[in-house]
Nanobody, 127 residues
């Protein structure tokens, strides 16, 4: 079992920045990747970013590429999502997740690859 706790969400003006954190505990050693997804009201949960457990691979959705950065602190078993140049369309509940099912990086962007999820943290960007 893996437990995930997100933090760092809040309200920010367009153009501002936030850093989300996701602290993992439990059996994380068998994981292949950690990812961030988001869900806006009335929309499907969508992929935002992922990082392989070895940190050699990072993937981003086109909508956030160049603005968001995913990173991982091995010593704290924590994954971060640095979000810069935020836009109103980034408003959503952000979830972190752990993938212990799919080793190949192709699957890191797929919601179904992730078997453990955090409770989510709200990000609101005002125009």
């Amino acid at each position: 079992q893996v437990q995930l706790v997100e933090s760092g969400g809040g309200l920010v003006q367009a153009g501002g920045s936030l850093r989300l954190s996701c602290a993992a505990s439990g059996r994380t050693a068998s994981s292949y990747s950690m990812g961030w997804f988001r869900q806006a009201p009335g929309k499907e949960r969508e992929f935002v970013a992922a990082i392989s457990w070895s940190e050699s691979i990072t993937l981003y959705a086109d909508s956030v590429k160049g603005r968001f950065t995913i990173s991982r602190d091995k010593t704290k078993d924590t994954v971060y999502l640095q979000m810069n140049s935020l836009k109103p369309e980034d408003t959503a509940v952000y979830y972190c997740a752990v993938n212990s099912r799919r080793a190949y990086y192709y699957y890191y962007t797929l919601r179904g690859s992730y078997d453990y999820w955090g409770q989510g943290t709200q990000v609101a960007v005002s125009s």
